[in-house]
Nanobody, 117 residues
């Protein structure tokens, strides 16, 4: 069983910053990818950023240069530093743990980010 616990969402003004954290626990395979997705009402969940246990990183085009993903493998924790936030970043963010060897995906409960204009 894998659990993902997210923290760090909230309300911020446009141009401000927030830092999301997600701690994983349980049967975590050493080789995995952790990431953040977001989903607006009525839309598909989309990748924001991901980072593998080996350090490979992907970003959505819309967040490049503004968001930075990092991880602490010793703590099984992934972080998303979000700078220069825009009102269009307002949405629920979900932490994801992907274990390619088993084709498994695990999700956090979601954390709301609201950016006021």
């Amino acid at each position: 069983q894998v659990q993902l616990v997210e923290s760090g969402g909230g309300l911020v003004q446009a141009g401000g910053s927030l830092r999301l954290s997600c701690a994983a626990s349980g049967n975590i395979f050493k080789s995995n990818t952790m990431g953040w997705y977001r989903q607006a009402p009525g839309k598909q969940r989309e990748l924001v950023a991901s980072i593998s246990s080996g350090g490979s990183i992907k970003y959505a085009e819309s967040v490049k240069g503004r968001f930075t993903i990092s991880r602490d493998n010793a703590k099984n924790t992934v972080y998303l530093q979000m700078n220069s936030l825009k009102p269009e970043d307002t949405v629920v963010y979900y932490c994801n743990l992907h274990i390619a060897a088993f084709g498994s995906d695990y999700w956090g409960q979601g954390t709301q980010v609201t950016v006021s204009s």
